[in-house]
């Protein structure tokens, strides 16, 4: 084996079982919710599936089914063509998109305290400056994922609207412009339905991740799970969305390799 190739020595330690394959992934259920909008506003279909055959007169030997969903339906990817700001850049469809952003270096800030005590938690300048004294600069071209364990509720309590609203955490405008300018991220990742915050139609710009990210033609994803097996860095994020035409995002499987014994 020589000694510099990359791939020889991942595959080693794949054969040797020193790497964890972990899930990021919720199943694609017609129960898990979407994000409502304001009824003025066109809606999210949830995920939904009818039998075409199973074994029987429709089909003797096999079992298939049709399914239906929004691009934003369960675990999904946003493009920078979901949002205006990022309406003509180039390769902004999810089938556009350079497939190297898919396969990068992950980086987990653990807000999980922040929001249990504040479901309007707001991620900061500070926050993430504060965690890069413990864990190093966010590398450039990585992910940043942003745990704040919402994925462990269920039902009601998971877009947890009211009257005004959702109430969830998401990161200020500051913050996605220092991962993007400072620290030159590929994408940003939550657990819950939106890259932003509940309440973020109140911040300046409004909805910031999506307004930043995708008018700077960088990613984001939403609805993850598992962020609390991650290390906070050191894994590698696999991110692959459906190939959709002019697609503005796409349910996907969402894995990361993580080096056992790291977290
Ligand atoms: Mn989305």
Known sequence: MSENNALEILTGA???????TVDL????????PVIVLPPEFGQCAR???????????????????????????????DAPIHWVSGKDLPNSSVDS???DAFVRPVCVLDCSKESAKDEDFLLTPKFIKNWEKVHGDVPGGAWVLMRTDWSKRSGAEYLNM???????PGPTGDAINYLIETRNIIGFGTETVGTDAGQSTHLSPPYPAHYLLHGANRYGLQCLAN?????????????PPLKIKNGSGSPLRVLALVARNTV
């Not at 794949?14 to 964890?20: C, E, K, N, P």
């Not at 039998?51 to 969903?69: I, L, Q």
């Open 25 to 32: 992934t919720h199943t694609l259920d017609p129960d898990f």
């Open 14 to 20: 794949l054969t040797a079982g020193q790497i964890d």
């Open 227 to 239: 962020l609390d097996l991650l290390p906070a860095t050191g894994a590698i994020l696999v991110c």
């Open 97 to 99: 998109i350079p497939t």
């Open 162 to 168: 009211r009257e005004d609203g959702a109430h969830t």
């Open 47 to 77: 995920f939904r599936v009818e039998e075409v055959s199973r074994y029987d007169e429709r089909g003797p030997a096999w079992y298939w089914r049709n399914f239906t969903c929004s691009e934003h339906t369960g675990t999904h990817f």
